[in-house]
């Protein structure tokens, strides 16, 4: 349970930094759209938050498998018993 736990709060994390993400990007399209400059700290965050967004997400998968499994485990260990 406590991987489930943990998976979602992960889950919630990684939405969060996606929708932050998301608002960068705009931000940047917006400013190319603009054909104003775009400054190295705009693409540097997009980069940062993109790599954080797929880490979360891994990390998130995993530990639902974990979290999975060891449920399922214990249910089939209960019926068996």
């Keep these: 349970m406590i ?3 943990i998976s979602v709060g992960l889950a919630v994390w990684c939405a969060i930094n996606r929708l932050r993400d998301f608002r960068a990007t705009a931000q940047i399209a917006r400013s190319r759209y603009k054909e ?3 400054g ?3 693409r540097q965050e997009t980069a940062v ?3 954080l967004s797929w880490r979360l997400f891994w ?3 995993v530990l639902f498998v974990i979290g999975a499994t060891g449920i ?3 249910i089939i260990i209960q ?3």
Excluded: D, H, R
């Design 49 to 51: 938050l993109g790599q």
């Design 40 to 42: 190295f700290n705009a």
């Design 3 to 5: 991987f489930l736990i």
């Design 79 to 81: 019926m068996w018993s």
């Design 36 to 38: 104003e400059p775009i």
């Design 59 to 61: 990390w998130q998968l």
């Design 72 to 74: 399922g485990m214990t």
